[in-house]
T-cell receptor, first 110, second 116 residues
Framework: GQSLEQPSEVTAVEGAIVQINCTYQ??????LSWYQQHDGGAPTFLSY????GLEETGRFSSFLSRSDSYGYLLLQELQMKDSASYFC???????????FGQGTELSVKP | DTEVTQTPKHLVMGMTNKKSLKCEQH?????MYWYKQKAKKPPELMFV???????INESVPSRFSPECPNSSLLNLHLHALQPEDSALYLC???????????????FGPGTRLTVT
């Protein structure tokens, strides 16, 4: 099968920087994206990478290394409202669908 | 308007009932999705519609029956469900079902379904 690995939980303090990693299977890989989901809410698209490198959107950045089959989401200047679950999601060539990782629950403490 | 709406918000149904979930988007998106999500788990894809045609069915039991009446609407008809089908049912849409477009999906708030 096509499995993704990401940590189940991460805890950090307000104002800190946190990195959530995601590894995936290489064969036929097309792209990787990140979604945020607050408790009781809907998943919200954060970012997308198909090529190697860093994509920055405000306090959030996402990185991809195709040679290492690895990506990460970087959250800077953490705020309490960033406490949520973060899912990486990958697609494979002409697969027509996203495959979600198990999610990382981020807790931001004061 | 980047909103996907879903009705109802909550639904309680017995195992012999028939009910329908509804989803609507007015973003001109041509791909629409149904997902099932259990607590503390990722969304699990059920169906994909592309240009109003069913393109992916993830081996979903026949007690779930999707329908796409037009490019803005997506229904999920439910019949003879089991208690283990209790979950949050999420609808999503994207511009198309192309390799790049599927990554930017807009999700509705979901219908929380309880089967008794």
């Amino acid at each position: 099968g096509q499995s993704l690995e990401q940590p189940s939980e991460v805890t950090a303090v307000e104002g800190a920087i946190v990195q959530i990693n995601c590894t995936y299977q290489t064969s036929g890989f097309y792209g990787l994206s990140w979604y945020q989901q607050h408790d009781g809410g809907a998943p919200t698209f954060l970012s997308y990478n198909a090529l190697d490198g860093l994509e920055e959107t405000g306090r959030f950045s996402s990185f991809l290394s195709r040679s290492d089959s690895y990506g990460y989401l970087l959250l800077q200047e953490l705020q309490m409202k960033d406490s949520a679950s973060y899912f990486c999601a990958v697609s494979y060539n002409q697969g027509g669908k996203l495959i979600f990782g198990q999610g990382t629950e981020l807790s931001v403490k004061p | 308007d980047t909103e996907v709406t879903q009705t109802p918000k909550h639904l309680v149904m017995g195992m012999t009932n028939k009910k329908s979930l509804k989803c609507e988007q007015h973003m001109g998106h041509r791909a629409m999705y149904w997902y099932k999500q259990k607590a503390k788990k990722p969304p699990e894809l059920m169906f994909v519609y592309s240009y109003e045609k069913l393109s992916i069915n993830e081996s979903v039991p026949s007690r779930f029956s999707p329908e796409c009446p037009n490019s803005s609407l997506l229904n999920l008809h439910l019949h003879a469900l089991q208690p283990e089908d209790s979950a949050l049912y999420l609808c999503a849409s994207s511009q198309s079902s192309g390799d790049r477009a599927i990554h930017e999906q807009y999700f509705g708030p979901g219908t929380r379904l309880t089967v008794t």
